[in-house]
């Protein structure tokens, strides 16, 4: 898991690196219209296509008659995900936009599972989860570079969990509330009001449960294309 988590960090810090240089090129080019008002990711409703690597450093659910540690089990799990964004309004320099996210995932195989009364099972499970949340994102324009974007994102939901095998009482739904924040950088958006394509948003996403019962956390990282409404 070490291994993996070094792999997508050195992957994504390529990619930012990559995209950085790319967009100070533009920025060069672009210096005599840094003026012009732009009227896409800050003024216009995006929807974001998004696929997450998320690396979970507890996610176990738990029953009366036993639990799942699926969390040290899975090392990974990746989610496709879909938000919505709408601005809200300006505060000083920065842009306030509401955010509303829905994901999917799956996962499968032979899971060592604690029975509350015996010894440790092995049994073929499988996992669907559905995240769903509401969040506020924060964009802010850096003056010297209008094609690089920072944002942070701070909201909260519930996972839909539901989990099914062939051991008596696997077959069971959870509902486990969360909050999240995503710090991120977009790049490559458009400048011109025609423009459909807004770049993509590169970020990294922390987040909890709320439960007292079922424990939920981890980092996604995640990479999305913006489609300018």
């Known amino acids: 898991m070490k291994v993996l ?7 994504f810090t390529s990619v930012i690196v990559a995209l950085f240089q790319a967009n100070s090129v533009l920025a060069e080019k672009n210096s005599s219209r840094v003026n012009i008002k732009n009227p896409t990711l800050l003024e216009s409703t995006w929807i974001m296509p998004q696929v997450s690597i998320f690396m979970p450093s507890e996610l176990t659910l738990s029953s009366p008659t036993f639990n799942v540690a699926y969390g040290k089990q899975f090392p990974s799990l990746t989610q496709a995900g879909f938000a919505a964004l709408t601005p809200l309004f300006n505060w000083g320099g920065v842009r306030i936009l509401s955010s509303t996210k829905v994901g999917f995932s799956y996962k499968a195989g032979l899971l060592e599972i604690n029975p509350s009364n015996g010894a440790k099972i092995t049994e073929s499970m499988r996992l669907y989860w559905v ?19 920072p944002s942070l994102t701070l909201g909260g939901g519930t996972h839909w969990f539901y989990q099914s095998g062939s051991l008596s009482g696997a077959n069971q739904s959870f509902w486990v509330p969360y909050y999240y924040f995503t710090p991120a950088l977009s790049f490559l958006e458009g400048t011109a009001p025609t423009d459909w394509f ?7 996403t922390y987040q909890s449960s709320l439960s007292s019962i079922q424990n939920i956390s981890g980092v996604s990282f995640d990479m999305g294309i913006n489609i300018l409404l």
């Open 5 to 11: 988590t070094f792999k997508l960090r050195f992957i």
């Open 131 to 149: 995240p769903l949340s509401l969040g506020a994102k924060f964009i802010y324009t850096l003056p010297h570079f209008p094609f690089i974007k």
């Open 198 to 204: 807004g770049g993509f948003t590169f970020g990294v």
